[in-house]
C-alpha cells in the first residue's frame, strides 16, 4: 500500500471529499503531507477591470487572495480535526506559484509514492482541468483524482 501520499488542495473541497480521503488512508496510517499552492499569477482575471468597473483589478485580486486563504485556513483546520480523530498525523506544505509546477516540485523532492488530487466545479476562471492534465504528463507514479 501507499506508504508516503501527497494531498495537494485548493480549499474548494468539500467535507466529502476530506471523508473519502480519510476513508483511503484509515487503515494503512501512511505519512499524509497535505498541500496547498497559494496561486501568484491570477492572469486568468486580466480583464477583471473592464468587467467591474467599481474596484480595480489590484481590489479584485486582493479579494481573491483572501478568499483563498481563508478556504485554505478551513481545509487545514477541517483535515486537522478529522484526522486527529482518527489518530492520524499529516504534514502542512504551503508554496506560492503555478499549482501545476509546484504540485510536481512537491511530489518530485518528497519522494511521495501517491498524488490525490481534488477537482473543482466548472466555472469560469477554473484551471482545475489544466492543472491536473500538466500533473499527469509530468508524473509518473500513481495519481487518484477524487471528486
Known amino acids: ?18 471523508e473519502k480521503v480519510l476513508e ?4 494503512s496510517k501512511p505519512e499524509i503531507t497535505l498541500l496547498h499552492v497559494t496561486e501568484t499569477s ?4 486580466g480583464y477583471v477591470d473592464q468587467l467591474a468597473s467599481a474596484i480595480t483589478k489590484d481590489q479584485f485580486i486582493g ?20 484526522a486527529g480523530d482518527l489518530g492520524l498525523s499529516f504534514h502542512w506544505r504551503v508554496r506560492e506559484g503555478k499549482p501545476q509546477i509546484e504540485i510536481v516540485e512537491e511530489f518530485q523532492q518528497g519522494s511521495y509514492d501517491l498524488l ?10 477554473n484551471t482545475s482541468s489544466k492543472v491536473k492534465e ?11 483524482i477524487l471528486k
Open 1 to 18: 500500500m501507499f506508504k508516503n501520499i501527497l494531498l495537494a488542495v485548493h480549499g474548494d473541497e468539500n467535507s466529502e471529499f476530506l
Open 24 to 27: 483511503l488512508v484509515r487503515l
Open 42 to 45: 491570477l492572469s486568468h482575471y
Open 63 to 82: 479579494y481573491i487572495y483572501n478568499m483563498a486563504n481563508e478556504r485554505k485556513n478551513n481545509i487545514f483546520k477541517d483535515f486537522k480535526d478529522r
Open 116 to 125: 490525490i488530487l481534488g477537482t473543482k466545479p466548472k466555472s469560469p476562471g
Open 134 to 144: 500538466k500533473v499527469l504528463k509530468e508524473i509518473s507514479s500513481s495519481i487518484y
